[in-house]
């Protein structure tokens, strides 16, 4: 099966049962569950995706590329999710809600190149 598919597939997999979980758990989040995990899942794909495009290319820069891949994803948030820095006050837990889910598309992400890597 192609990597770019069997990653789509497993990150489809995992955003949908994240999802699941964490929508039984909290109650009306003021940062919508469906915005936090359809653009972690998206931006986890393109990471991945141009990962392997710059291995393709330049693969001594891969650690490069994945720094610069989470400082662009982290700013993208900020623009996308204002709530994080203006607004209204969020509780701890109301962060957490966000920064729990968004470390664990950080792991995951580490974990496919990690495993990608290995396998060449």
Do not use: R
Request: glycine share 6%; aromatic share 18%; charged share 10%.
């Amino acid at each position: 099966m192609n990597f770019y598919l069997k990653t789509f597939l497993l990150l489809l997999l995992l955003s949908l049962s994240i999802f699941g979980i964490h929508y039984l758990i909290v109650d009306h989040p003021t940062i919508p569950l469906w915005k936090t995990y359809s653009f972690l899942g998206v931006a986890a794909f393109i990471t991945v995706s141009a990962l392997k495009y710059v291995f393709g290319l330049v693969p001594d820069k891969l650690g490069f590329a994945f720094l610069a891949l989470v400082f662009i994803k982290f700013g993208i948030v900020l623009i996308m999710f204002p709530e994080l820095i203006t607004g209204p006050s969020l509780s701890k837990v109301e962060v957490l809600g966000f920064l729990i889910p968004y470390f664990i598309f950080l792991f995951l992400e580490a974990a496919i190149v990690i495993k990608w890597l290995n396998q060449n």
